[in-house]
């Protein structure tokens, strides 16, 4: 009979689960031991890097990223970066290695006390299996509940004595995944459509590119982003686009003021922060949700919602609405020109640059939270599948997102653009670019500061507080001692050049730009 081991490699390949992120501690090396010739080990020096990788990686491929970490402490690590894949909705299978059986009762050193609350709840399933005969059905599980919507993460402890255990194979089981919204009330939702005088359409990241297009043009909608997405869900040079939704309770209530149907589309209803209270809606506005998530649509703070496939539910809402009278939106203006001459530049106009010097098929992850919505005025993504941002609040996700996402899809040009405070947070995702050869361009928009934090300071009139300045680092240096060639761009002639020749590149290459603070 095979070994747990062989079994589990066989499961992989019959997956297509080749590539693994990981950083192994002792309680892993039996797991990986002979790793097979065909597969990729991904390092990261750090779990939150590899879960970041990952991250970029599962969310370009549309497949779970397997990843391999170190027992407790390297759980610890990567709690973070968790916590941010399953704000993005990301199939995930996190393993961690735990003690040997024998000696979990004594809590030996790195036993992992309590594997299955450790990860809580950033997970959609945490489990120890009870004996080295049901890895192989436990990782099988696992990969059905992280593929299943609404996707994210789930995690695996397991014992390192398991995998020289005897295990019968454990084939790949076949499970359909998407629930068909209740036709009736999306039938109902179709009157409702052709009823109203100004309906809105808002998009979230699990909404459908083409759906969510086809919908709108047949009824003349105006389409807003749902605030603060890791996914554009709708080309943002279209007609109808308007934008982002503010995302505060006042302001994004103000900017649907004049629409008397809101139908909300793969978002929840919604992503807030600040608290700045007001009415929820505007006067005369009803609001619909569809979701493929009960648990979102059950929290949502107004309106009524429509659980299941969001796509489906889209391409029925188009074939089920008349055809209307309504005029087409008018198209927004083009983006703010660039301020010239100035040094530092402004966010703007270094963002001009990047969108004048990148290939049109980039790739883009946004780490840059103070300039995001100049980055979507300069920067308009086109096609889908072209942005990546973390949903999650934390930092530490642009650097090795973009790792992985060039991993994902090698034919696609990657450009990171990230703060100077943000690319601190996984920094080692350089050493992963360089070791492997990954040719991503990695962009820092250097600021000194927290410049968000100072933003939020004015907001909530909190003055004086310190921690707020960040001077000193030199990041190129910091770059090429992790071996990724590195250069300075201070004009906008200059940072056109450099992206240009980055993204041409076959290595990674750091680009760092001084920018004068957001004012």
């Not at 990171?416 to 820092?444: H, K, M």
Request: aromatic share 6%; net charge negative; hydrophobic share 45%.
């Amino acid at each position: 009979m095979s070994t747990v081991r062989e079994v589990v490699v066989d499961w992989m390949r019959e997956r297509g689960l080749t590539t693994v992120f990981g950083n192994p501690g002792s309680t892993e090396l039996p797991m990986l031991k002979d790793f097979p010739a065909g597969f990729r080990y991904v390092l990261g020096l750090q779990e939150a890097v590899v879960v970041g990788m990952a991250d970029g990686y599962a969310a370009v491929t549309g497949r779970p990223a397997l990843v391999n970490l170190h027992t407790g402490p390297g759980v610890g690590n990567a709690m973070g970066a968790i916590l941010g894949a399953a704000a993005n909705r990301t199939p995930m299978i996190v393993t961690a290695g735990q003690q040997v059986r024998a000696m979990l009762t004594m809590e030996a050193l790195l036993t992992n006390v309590a594997p299955t609350t450790l990860p809580q709840p950033a997970v959609k399933w945490a489990y120890e299996p009870p004996r080295p005969q049901d890895v192989p059905a436990a990782l099988e599980r696992a990969y059905h509940l992280a593929a299943t919507p609404p996707r994210g993460p789930v995690f695996l402890s397991l014992p390192m004595d398991d995998f020289d255990a005897e295990a019968a194979p454990c084939p790949p089981r076949r499970v359909a995944g998407a629930s068909t919204a209740d036709p009736a009330e999306l039938a109902a939702l179709a009157e409702r459509l052709d009823l109203a005088v100004s309906p809105v359409l808002v998009v979230g990241a699990d909404a459908d590119w083409d759906a969510a297009v086809e919908l709108a043009e047949r009824c003349a909608l105006p389409v807003w982003e749902a605030p603060l997405e890791g996914r554009v869900a709708f080309p943002q040079d279209h007609p109808a686009y308007r934008g982002q939704l503010p995302p505060a309770i006042a302001p994004l209530s103000a900017e649907l003021a004049g629409h008397d149907l809101v139908i909300v589309a793969g978002a929840p209803v919604f992503r807030y922060y600040p608290y700045v209270p007001g009415a929820l809606l505007p006067e005369g506005a009803e609001l619909v949700q569809l979701t493929c998530d009960p648990a979102e649509a059950a929290r949502a703070a107004c309106g009524d919602a429509i659980v299941g496939d969001v796509r489906q539910a889209l391409r029925t809402l188009a074939d089920l609405v008349k055809p209307t009278g309504r005029a087409a939106p008018e198209p927004r203006p083009g983006p703010a020109p660039a301020p010239p001459g100035r040094s530092p530049m402004s966010p703007v106009s270094a963002l001009a640059a990047l969108a004048q010097g990148a290939p049109p098929d980039t790739l883009w992850v946004n780490e840059s939270p103070s300039n995001r919505p100049d980055f979507h005025d300069q920067i308009r993504m086109r096609r889908p599948g072209s942005f990546l941002f973390t949903a999650g609040g934390g930092l530490g996700y642009g650097l090795p997102a973009a790792v992985g996402a060039r991993l994902g899809q090698p034919s696609r040009p990657v450009v990171a653009v990230v703060g100077d405070g943000s690319a601190q947070y996984a920094v080692p995702a350089l050493w992963t670019a360089a070791a492997y050869r990954i040719p991503v361009t990695f962009v820092v928009l250097t600021n000194r500061e927290y410049s968000i934090l100072k933003w939020f300071g004015r907001l909530e009139n909190a003055p004086g507080v310190p921690g707020l300045d960040i001077g000193g680092i030199d990041i190129c240096s910091i770059a090429r001692g992790y071996g990724v060639a590195a250069s300075r761009a201070e004009s906008f002639d200059a940072l056109v050049e450099a992206v240009r020749a980055a993204t041409a590149s076959d290595a990674p290459h750091l680009i760092d730009v001084p920018v004068a603070p957001p004012s």
